[in-house]
């Protein structure tokens, strides 16, 4: 009997769930934790969310919104993370999918049959092995998210170990007030890192935020409107080799030069990084409550150097050098992104794995959600036969074209490893659901099952 398993019930999770529902296409979605929102869930007892309790989203509602249901129109335009998970819980309600997701419930192994399908092994959160519980199912939605698993500097910072104050990940950092009257370090430049050292700064005696490279900053409003809005201005319509500098020429302009703030001027564009956003780190800096500093090259006991061959006297570290993309569940031998890479046909198929999908593994400028519904009914389509794929060695070959365009578009990091252009991610999926059908219609193949079997995917 055909049916389908979904691993984790946050964004991708829950938009995956509501197109097979939809369609009335037979799962299960199993959670770790024991309620639905993945990492948008504060002090998710799965232990896999690193939201903090002034988080807020750095993403307009608009451009938040899944494609069937918007955020209400009460919503502050960059709402806080509880809004964010009462969005996420009125999308379950609303769609039916509660009866589907198996709470408290982690996947343990995902394992390939050689007459088709999968197996999957699933126990309660905190069992033991022998208490695990195995399915065969037809196909498997990867829906875990990929910011959930702490990544500190590899190799490790020479004298780390030695450190005696406090160092955590940003996953692990919730409020400003531990770090009262200390001097702190924070190592990064992302999202998370402006924002914690922004934060950290209005209490702490002294912050600084080291980065190895600078990023450009933007702020949450340009020209009175978001700034991801952008994203779907006239700007984005602009050939690439225009774009980066029309981006930077409006930041300049909106915000002025990074050394008002006492930044270095950044080495790229400001498109050739994945975005960070803050007002409060930019007015912070501007104050001198924040001092930059380059990368951290060693620490002592109480004290950070830095690759300028500075020192400064340092009380706690806060390490916001961002996440693993890994799949607990998966033999790495099976599938893993090494360096950050995904080797996925439109960041979704693994080309010689029939019937195991990713979700959420795009990480574009602006929101992922209003790309998961998208995503989650092309697999679907390919679930029930009305689109094929090309072969495994033709996805291949259109995965080698896509990272060659990617490394002449991004920073060569484990961060930019799965950056997306939200547009053009758009327009190649839309390319492959004409082409899908067309392959469906000249040769329909046969869904994975349990029972007989695998398809010659080769033939698509």
């Known amino acids: 009997m055909r049916r389908t398993c979904v691993i984790g019930a946050g964004p991708s999770g829950l938009a995956a769930s509501k197109v097979l529902a939809s369609r009335n296409v037979p799962f299960d979605c199993f959670e770790a934790g024991s309620k639905i929102g993945g990492l948008w869930r504060y002090g998710n007892d799965n232990g896999m969310s690193g939201v903090y309790a002034s988080l807020h989203a750095n993403i307009s509602k608009e451009s938040m919104s899944f494609s069937s249901l918007a955020m209400p129109e009460t919503y502050p335009v960059f709402p806080h993370h509880s809004k964010v998970l009462a969005y996420l819980e009125d999308y379950a309600t609303s769609f039916g999918l509660h009866r589907h997701i198996t709470p408290g419930t982690e996947v343990t192994s995902v394992r390939s049959l050689d007459d088709g399908g999968w197996e999957v092994s699933h126990r309660r959160r905190g069992g033991t092995d022998a208490e695990a519980e195995t399915r065969r199912y037809t196909e498997v939605v990867v829906a875990n998210g990929h910011h959930w698993d702490p990544r500190l500097p590899d190799p490790a910072v020479p004298g780390a170990e030695g450190f005696e104050g406090p160092a955590v990940h940003s996953h692990d950092y919730r409020s400003p007030e531990p770090y009262a009257g200390l001097r702190v370090l924070v190592i990064g430049m992302g999202n998370s890192a402006c924002e914690i050292a922004a934060e950290i700064s209005r209490t702490a005696a002294r912050t600084y935020l080291s980065a190895r490279d600078t990023a450009h900053v933007f702020p949450k409003m340009l020209l009175g409107r978001p700034a991801d809005h952008l994203v779907w201005s006239p ?9 980066g500098p029309a981006m930077a020429l409006l930041l300049r302009l909106t915000r002025g030069a990074p050394a008002h703030y006492g930044l270095p001027r950044p080495v790229r564009g400001p498109l050739a990084a994945h975005p960070s956003t803050s007002d409060e780190l930019l007015v912070q800096l501007a104050r001198g409550a924040v001092t930059p500093k380059p990368g951290v090259s060693s620490f002592g006991r109480e004290t950070a150097a830095f690759t300028d061959g500075s020192h400064e006297p340092v009380d706690a570290v806060v390490y916001a050098t961002g996440y693993s993309i890994s799949f607990p569940f998966l033999e790495p031998s099976v599938f893993a992104a090494p360096a950050g890479r995904t080797e996925l046909y439109l960041r979704t198929v693994a080309p010689r794995l029939p019937g195991l999908y990713f979700m959420g593994l795009a990480q574009p400028a602006g929101a992922a959600f209003p790309l998961l519904e998208p995503q989650a009914e092309w697999i679907t389509d390919l ?13 291949e070959r259109a995965i080698a074209r896509e990272r060659r365009r990617h490394d002449k578009t991004y920073v060569s990091t ?3 490893g799965i950056e997306i252009d939200v547009r053009s991610y758009r327009r190649a999926l839309r390319r492959e659901l004409r082409a899908g059908r067309r392959r469906a219609r000249g040769a329909l193949l046969p869904l994975p099952g349990v029972a007989g079997p695998a398809p010659a995917a080769d033939a698509a």
């Open 235 to 243: 700007l984005s319509r602009l050939p690439l080799p225009l774009k």
């Open 383 to 395: 679930m029930e036969g009305k689109v094929a794929l090309p072969s495994p060695a033709d996805m």
């Open 414 to 416: 484990y961060r930019h």
